[in-house]
């Protein structure tokens, strides 16, 4: 039982390059969820979806493209990344009364 | 739009005296909200959900309760492994889940 786990864990991008991050979850959890975090800024919700096939706007959602093919996996794609990106995704998964969270993808572009 | 508003943003404590953090919010239809602990260079730690109006949930020497306009995490008797960065959510109808920018906490020996 791994929980939730993150591929990869950093990450150094050009801009203008294009990279997708892996959220794994082996709970049967429903929801799941992509966050970046800054300092100062707190967790920011990029996208996030409620089942399998679906996926829905956060706050924060430009620059940023998700799927839910399967329920166990939730795909964050970044199509051309800018400096702007450069943070910490964290993924995280639940049910109606818990949520668990990865161990985070620090991502840099230059 | 969703709110969470966490006060203080630091909370510099001795070893035994307690404390509350708080987090004020305004959601379009709550389903829950979570409290969440946080460590450098880590991902959140998930501590309680709270349901409804005066539910309080404990854990060791934190306890979490509710009104309908804010969460209180209340700290007892804190211990130096105590300091983390805490963190509030609350999940609305449509199963978002925003989040307040943290009370971070430092608990000296």
């Known amino acids: 039982n791994a929980g939730v786990t993150q591929t990869p864990k950093f990450r150094v991008l050009k801009t203008g390059q294009s990279m997708t991050l892996l959220c794994a979850q082996d709970?049967?959890?429903?929801?799941m969820y992509w966050y970046r975090q800054d300092p100062g800024m707190g967790l920011r919700l990029i996208h996030y979806?409620?089942?399998?096939?679906?996926?829905a706007k956060g706050e924060v959602p430009d620059g940023y493209n998700v799927s839910r093919l399967k329920k166990q996996n939730f795909l964050l794609g970044l199509e051309s990344a800018a400096p702007s990106q450069t943070s910490v995704y964290f993924c995280?998964?639940?049910?109606?009364?818990?949520?668990?969270f990865g161990p985070g993808t620090r991502l840099t572009v230059l | 739009e969703d709110q969470v508003t966490q006060s203080p943003e630091a909370l510099r404590l001795q070893e035994g005296e307690s404390s509350s953090l708080n987090c004020s919010y305004t959601?379009?239809?709550?389903?829950?909200l979570f409290w969440y602990r946080q460590d450098p260079g880590k991902g959140p730690e998930f501590l309680f959900t709270?349901?409804?109006a005066g539910e309080e949930k404990e854990k060791e020497r934190l306890k979490a309760t509710l009104t309908k306009k804010e969460s209180f995490l209340h700290i007892t008797a804190p211990k130096p492994e105590d300091s983390a960065t805490y963190l509030c959510?609350?999940?609305?109808?449509?199963?978002?889940?925003?989040f307040g920018a943290g009370t971070t906490v430092t608990v000296r020996a």
């Open positions: 995280a998964s639940g049910s109606y009364n818990e949520q668990f």
């Open positions: 709970m049967n959890h429903e929801y």
């Open positions: 979806s409620v089942g399998e096939g679906t996926t």
């Open positions: 959601v379009s239809g709550l389903r829950g």
């Open positions: 709270l349901y409804s």
């Open positions: 959510a609350v999940q609305a109808n449509d199963y978002k889940l925003s």
